[in-house]
């Protein structure tokens, strides 16, 4: 094997190996600051949905929230649900789960929507093209804001889109992605009430940021991650951390995609409507009163049998034990089904092919793919 040198050494190996990447700034990028921090206020319908989500506040109306299903979209509910509970504890604040790790906003999801009594519907990380079934819960007489940043195809007509992919941004940063942009949401309200409720969040966003595989070399994104792993006050995820690190007070940003990322996206993919709600719950400290009697197994050294005792959990614990099962729960499903899909598949091309077997496994078809494009060296068609 050739070995082709792609720099020079400039005698100190981070350096050389950052310089070599294309990182300009290596004492930046080491060392991120707020200098390039994007003024919410300056994103395009900003102001138009601050004022129309504080105004629902003011009188005490039914908000809703939309969770998107993936770790990015759970984190960015999670800062919403989190800062409107900071402006008033009894905001009596509905959160709508997707039974299926489908987006935006399904069939299922508006005849929940129909069927509740809220007045204002927000959409973090998601339905910045479902225009039509914007207009449908419009003229059921709910106002929308969306927070989002996929790419727009077509603009709403109905509805607050607040998106940084727009192209009229006034200013805007391109790899803020559904949790950033929800955190940008709840600064542009901390500025318009003179209050300081973002600062507690900043985990958050460093979970969504991480786990949507946003650029975390650019210096905002990478503050903002930052920021969040100095600062793990959330106590579900600070349990989750500390249960796999201990000490949690060196971790870096890939940690957190060995960590709480898989679980809540194991959740999502295979897990109940009931370990999905249980999941937001505990996120959000929801009926924090509520404990579990578990039964548990320890081994016991003397005679090498198992023995069997009960523990009572708060929600914290419940929930993490929940999300560990299914993870378990979704490895198995995929080593099930990466063996019976290796049975068929054609890889004598330049790209395999081969069929899951069970339509309703999807959910899991690309980590059975990454693992098959990990083994075979080339790309996979599932």
Not at 25 to 49: S, T, Y
Not at 197 to 209: H, K, P, W
Not at 334 to 361: C, F, L, M
């Amino acid at each position: 094997m050739k070995i082709k040198q792609i720099g020079k050494y400039d005698g100190d190996i981070i350096s050389t190996i950052l310089k070599n990447r294309n990182i300009e700034d290596v004492d930046l990028f080491l060392n991120p600051n707020d200098k390039d921090d994007l003024d919410a206020m300056k994103l395009a319908n900003m102001k138009e949905g601050t004022e129309i989500t504080l105004a629902h506040m003011e009188v005490e109306n039914h908000i809703g929230i939309l969770v998107d299903p993936d770790a990015d979209g759970f984190a960015s509910a999670t800062i919403i649900y989190q800062y409107l509970k900071k402006l008033n504890p009894e905001a009596k604040i509905s959160y709508f789960l997707h039974d299926s790790k489908a987006h935006g906003l399904t069939e299922k999801i508006l005849e929940q929507i129909a069927n509740s009594s809220i007045d204002l519907l927000i959409i973090p990380d998601a339905a910045s093209n479902d225009s039509s079934s914007i207009e449908r819960i419009y003229y059921m007489g709910i106002d929308v804001v969306i927070i989002d940043h996929h790419e727009v195809e077509k603009e709403p007509r109905f509805g607050i889109l607040i998106n940084n992919q727009l192209p009229y941004n006034e200013e805007t940063n391109k790899n803020l992605v559904g949790a950033g942009m929800a955190f940008k949401f709840c600064q542009a309200m901390d500025s318009f009430l003179k209050t300081t409720n973002t600062e507690d969040l900043y985990d958050l966003v460093a979970i969504g940021q991480v786990g949507d595989a946003s650029d975390i070399s650019e210096n905002e994104v990478r503050n903002l991650v930052f920021k969040g792993l100095k600062n793990i006050n959330n106590p579900f995820i600070k349990l989750v951390l500390e249960d796999t690190f201990g000490d949690i007070n060196n971790i870096a940003p890939k940690d957190l995609s060995f960590s709480i990322i898989p679980l809540i996206n194991a959740v999502v993919r295979v897990g109940t409507m009931e370990e999905k709600e249980l999941l937001f719950r505990a996120l959000n400290s929801i009926n924090l009163d509520e404990t579990w009697v578990v039964e548990k197994r320890k081994k016991n050294k003397q005679t090498g049998k198992f023995d069997k005792f009960t523990v009572e959990q708060n929600l914290y614990e419940y929930a993490y034990d929940v999300c560990k099962r299914v993870k378990n729960r979704q490895d198995s499903l995929v080593k099930k089904i990466n063996a019976e899909v290796e049975k068929t598949i054609d890889s004598t091309g330049g790209i395999a092919i081969g069929i899951v077997p069970n339509s309703d496994e999807g959910s899991v078809t690309g980590l059975v793919a990454n693992k098959l494009v990990r083994k075979l060296q080339k790309p996979v068609i599932l």
